[in-house]
């Protein structure tokens, strides 16, 4: 921390919880809105018995994943989430309407093995497995009867942010979290931060709660000293 840096807290850098609210949508309208339908439909359905969730790094797959899952558990419904670095449970045959994956592309062997008995098992109790990896599911390099299973359902490319709309995006999130940035803050931002729009919204999450706590404004001054910070997330 440099001198005369305000002394931040480590809870101001605590993540909020992924949700559809804090998902920056952008050309992912559909998506969003198919997953948080099915979030709730699961009991009557309504959704498909597998959704795959594909695109490069940051663009908000495992967070759209998690808040799908959790609006799913909002509504009632069993989930079990589980990732490629996840112990797996020995019993593939989980009691689960909504089984998530995330970075599903990387599973080893034994976890695909696993995957295969699990997702037969959910999708014959009339639930869902949602998946998510960086190619589209027909290109991933692991067991045919589990891939083939995988893209038998739908498949959304979850695009990121354009850099060119980044400032009206991050204005949007800001001001959907009840407070206002400058076209001065905004361009500090762009320029001093990881330009990936996850590490952004941590960003101005964490300027927000301290502006808030100090009841100083959201300024360059404050976001530079937060930034000065070697522990901030997203600073460069």
Known sequence: ????????????????????????????VEAVARLNAWAQTLQTGGAPSACVLWGGPATGKSHLLAATA???AAHGHTVVCLNAMSAFPADPFVDARMLCVDDADQLSEDQQ??????????????????????LPPGRWQMRDDIRTRLASGLAFEIL???QDALPAALADYASRRGFA????VLTYLLSHS????????????????????????????????????ADWPGTL
Request: charge should be negative.
């Open 70 to 72: 959790f609006a799913a």
């Open 181 to 184: 940035v400058s076209d001065e």
């Open 194 to 229: 990881k330009r990936d729009i996850s590490s952004l919204c941590k960003v101005l999450t964490g300027v927000d709660r301290l502006s808030l706590a100090l009841k100083r404004p959201v300024t360059v001054p404050l976001l530079r000293a937060c930034l000065a910070d």
């Open 1 to 28: 921390m440099k001198v005369g840096a305000p002394q931040i807290p480590f809870d101001f850098f605590v993540p909020e919880a992924p949700s559809f609210d804090n998902f920056i949508v952008g050309e992912n």
């Open 160 to 162: 990121p942010i354009p």
């Open 113 to 134: 093995g696993w995957l295969f008995t699990a997702f037969n098992h959910v999708a014959h109790a009339g639930g869902m497995t949602l998946a998510s990896g960086q």
